[in-house]
């Protein structure tokens, strides 16, 4: 195995050069929270965007300890009450020096914390305004609590995975929180900035997870209107029924996956496997058991790293299942430094990569309320305070 990741190695940089990446000078607003909003806000900030997290006091937070929430790194913070008129009037002057803001509140709840696209724009036109919820702005489930699962559900995306005779399997919350929510905002944040730039006009960007998590599924939307794929789980060439395409167990418990799709993939595949003849042929879906069986009962006969050796440097489409500790001390990863460590904890690199304005994990996750006077100098906000006035009344 290949050694750990160096510390502070940044992805796509070249030496002597600075890591600042291709978002330098951008400044963004978060109104803090859990889940895609923040993580939208990492990648912003890992771009090399101004981040200042206005977090609130006494949370919010993932129960963990603030120095390991690896989506709070290359951000400042800023302790504010927008349940208090000067806390209201504090993030109104950020977002009047901001060319982004960012909130995860239900809908029309930063409306009544005064802080809404109304009140922002009246101090700053030009602001794209990034609105990150489960069910979006409106339609009837808009002002209902939810979470990545039911957002998926409802998709249809969950019905793809799993086996077919066992309920759908759970892919964490990646699926929806973070590539139907989180990047579909940023890539709506990045195009009305581009639009914002050039005609000096912001906009709202309302980021529904269920819409980003239904635009991931628009190919196999086409492969079912073309009679190509089956509305059911365990019946298609991608959701792990072709003996082809799916994981299997080895000798001591690991896995192997397999995606010997094509068929010279799928040749090199066999010669390296050793099945013993005759072998059921691919192209008759109705042996694809019998061809299951006998591949999973060959890659039973040896160990999950026997197996990444026989099928090391070939075509065959073969990888070992590994566990996210074991993840960054793969060859390939540790070569392009996929992972770095970082203020001691072991994270994934800035992604993608750029030649001319490399990345980097800049600084640790950001502690609330530690950048207060940084933020305020930088900013230009000279009024702005960690904390509200114990002495002012709170909004009811």
Same mark, same amino acid.
């Not at 042929?281 to 591949?295: I, M």
């Given at each position: 195995?290949?050694?750990?990741?160096?510390? +502070?190695?940044?992805?796509?940089? !070249? =030496?002597?050069?600075?890591?600042?990446?291709?978002?330098?000078?951008?400044?963004?607003?978060?109104?803090?929270?859990?889940?895609?909003?923040? &993580?939208?806000?990492?990648?912003?900030?890992?771009?090399?965007?101004?981040?200042?997290?206005?977090? #609130?006091?006494?949370?919010?937070?993932?129960?963990?300890?603030? %120095?390991?929430?690896?989506?709070? /790194? @290359?951000?400042?913070?800023?302790?504010l009450d927008l349940k208090t008129p000067e806390g209201t009037a504090r993030v109104l002057d950020l977002a009047e020096r901001?060319?982004?803001?960012?909130?995860?509140?239900?809908?029309?709840? %930063?409306?009544?914390?005064?802080? +809404?696209?109304?009140?922002?724009?009246?101090?700053?036109p030009r602001l794209v305004y990034g609105r990150m919820t489960g069910w979006g702005q409106e339609g009837?489930?808009?002002? /209902? =609590?939810?979470?990545?699962?039911?957002?998926?559900?409802?998709?249809?995306?969950?019905?793809?995975?799993?086996?077919?005779?066992?309920?759908?399997?759970?892919?964490? @919350?990646?699926?929806?929180?973070?590539?139907?929510?989180?990047?579909y905002l940023v890539v709506g944040v990045l195009a009305a900035l581009h639009h914002a730039r050039a005609?000096?006009? +912001?906009?709202?960007?309302? =980021?529904?997870?269920?819409?980003?998590?239904a635009h991931l599924t628009a190919m196999i939307h086409g492969m079912l209107a073309a009679g190509a794929w089956q509305d059911r789980r365990g019946a298609n060439l991608l959701d792990g029924s072709s003996p082809f395409y799916g994981t299997y167990e080895t000798a001591d418990g690991g896995h192997m996956a397999v995606g010997a799709l094509?068929?010279?993939?799928?040749?090199? &595949?066999?010669?390296?496997? +050793?099945?013993?003849?005759?072998?059921?042929? #691919?192209?008759?879906?109705? #042996?694809?058991?019998?061809?299951?069986?006998?591949?999973?009962? /060959? &890659?039973?006969?040896?160990? /999950?790293?026997?197996? !990444?050796?026989v099928f090391a440097d070939s075509d065959a489409c073969v990888a070992p299942v590994l566990s996210l500790r074991e993840a960054p001390h793969h060859p390939h990863l540790a070569a392009r430094a996929t992972f770095t460590d970082h203020a001691g904890t072991t994270q994934p690199a800035p992604a993608p990569r750029f030649s001319a304005t490399?990345?980097?994990v800049r600084t640790a996750p950001a502690r609330p309320g530690a950048d207060t006077e940084a933020v305020a100098r930088d900013w230009d906000v000279p009024q702005l305070t960690a904390s509200p006035d114990p002495q002012r009344k709170a909004r009811p």
């Open positions: 195995m290949a050694t750990p990741p160096t510390a +502070g190695r940044s992805a796509g940089s !070249t =030496a002597g050069t600075p890591p600042h990446g291709p978002l330098a000078g951008v400044r963004v607003v978060e109104l803090a929270g859990i889940g895609p909003g923040p &993580f939208a806000a990492m990648l912003l900030a890992d771009l090399g965007a101004d981040v200042v997290r206005v977090d #609130r006091p006494g949370g919010p937070g993932l129960g963990i300890d603030p %120095a390991h929430d690896v989506t709070n /790194r @290359n951000k400042r913070s800023v302790v901001a060319d982004v803001l960012i909130e995860g509140y239900r809908p029309g709840v %930063a409306e009544r914390l005064g802080v +809404g696209p109304g009140d922002c724009h009246a101090r700053n009837p489930l808009a002002p /209902r =609590a939810g979470h990545d699962i039911g957002y998926i559900a409802v998709t249809g995306a969950l019905s793809l995975i799993g086996d077919p005779d066992r309920p759908p399997a759970v892919p964490a @919350n990646l699926l929806g929180d973070y590539a139907g929510g989180s990047l005609t000096g006009t +912001g906009q709202v960007v309302d =980021a529904a997870i269920v819409d980003g998590t094509e068929q010279r993939f799928y040749d090199a &595949f066999l010669e390296l496997l +050793g099945l013993p003849e005759p072998v059921p042929p #691919r192209e008759d879906p109705a #042996r694809w058991a019998e061809l299951r069986a006998a591949v999973a009962a /060959r &890659f039973k006969s040896r160990t /999950r790293d026997e197996w !990444t050796a490399p990345t980097a």
